[in-house]
């Protein structure tokens, strides 16, 4: 099968997925963060609107200096699009933590405004929501010859879903991509505090710890080049593993702390045990 379910990170009982979604009554919110996309945007923009689903997109410029910021604007007095504008650069992650807090549908999905990814993928990204198969669906990439613009890019991709893999005890096969859909309850869980893009790996790390499973489904995909505004540097992957690593870092310190909690608790109980037996 081209689909993959995965089991959950680090010993958790794994979350059973939320019912089917009814027919039709499904919303989706668009997340799209832009920063420099003016070559790209309102042709993404357009793909997304012209796909069938009922939803709402929430378009956010990050501080742009290329026409983005103008173009964003005008974009934004389409029907079901809005338009917000960060007053500096903060990074991908801000956007979209800006983008996050204005959704109200029922599933979230991120979208790139470059043109790497297809808004046509999103039928299939959703139908195992819909279903009630999982919480979680990620879109994965198959890094060929004619998808992929560097031997190192596709490497460090690799190298970062590894990690991902080995410090969650899971199995992915694409922790960076840009499609990553989940229903509205599970992205209000995880408390989101990254700004660049060390917002991937805190998504999925943070997914992991909750105990969600990631469905995973074969997308379509074209990287970028430098020249065609290509935007990730192996300093990002560095920050990806920083950011793994403190996300699993943060669950185990939460354990300790309910650990901790249910001792301390046990404790009291047994001290009063032992005073009304004296008693």
């Known amino acids: ?25 499904m919303k989706l919110s668009v997340l799209m963060p832009a920063y420099n996309e003016v070559a790209t945007l309102e042709r993404v923009l357009e793909a997304v609107l012209a796909t069938p689903q009922e939803k709402e997109i929430i378009l956010v410029d990050d501080g742009s200096s290329d026409g983005t910021r103008e173009l964003v604007t005008r974009l934004g007095q389409r029907d079901g699009v809005r338009a917000i504008l960060h007053q500096r650069n903060q990074g991908k992650g801000a956007a979209v933590r800006t983008a996050l807090a204005l959704a109200s549908g029922d599933v979230v999905l991120i979208q790139d405004c470059d043109l790497e990814y297809d808004p046509n993928d999103y039928a299939k990204l959703i139908e195992p929501i819909e279903k009630g198969e999982s919480d979680v669906v990620y879109g ?55 700004r660049g893009f060390e917002l991937e790996p805190e998504i999925t790390g943070g ?38 690593t403190r996300v699993r870092l943060r669950q185990k310190a939460v354990r300790r702390r309910e650990a901790d909690t249910i001792r301390v608790i046990k404790e009291r109980a047994e001290r009063a045990r032992a005073r009304d037996l004296a008693g």
């Not at 958790?12 to 009814?22: H, Q």
């Not at 490497?155 to 096969?173: E, P, Q, R, W």
Request: charged fraction near 20%.
């Open 207 to 244: 997914l992991l710890n909750l105990g969600y499973h990631i469905y995973e489904v074969p997308i379509r995909y074209r990287a970028r080049s430098r020249e065609e505004g290509k935007k990730l540097t192996w300093q990002d992957g560095v920050k990806a593993l920083g950011m793994l």
């Open 140 to 194: 994965t990439r198959s890094f060929g010859a004619h998808t992929s613009y560097s031997f190192w890019y596709v490497m460090g991709n690799k190298l970062v879903t590894l990690a991902t893999n080995i410090i969650f005890d899971c199995y992915i096969s694409d922790m960076e991509t840009c499609y990553k859909v989940m229903r509205m309850e599970a992205a209000r869980k995880l408390q989101l505090t990254a």
């Open 1 to 25: 099968s081209a689909t993959i379910s995965i089991r959950h990170a680090g010993g958790r009982s794994p979350r059973r997925a939320c019912p089917p979604l009814e027919s039709g009554a």
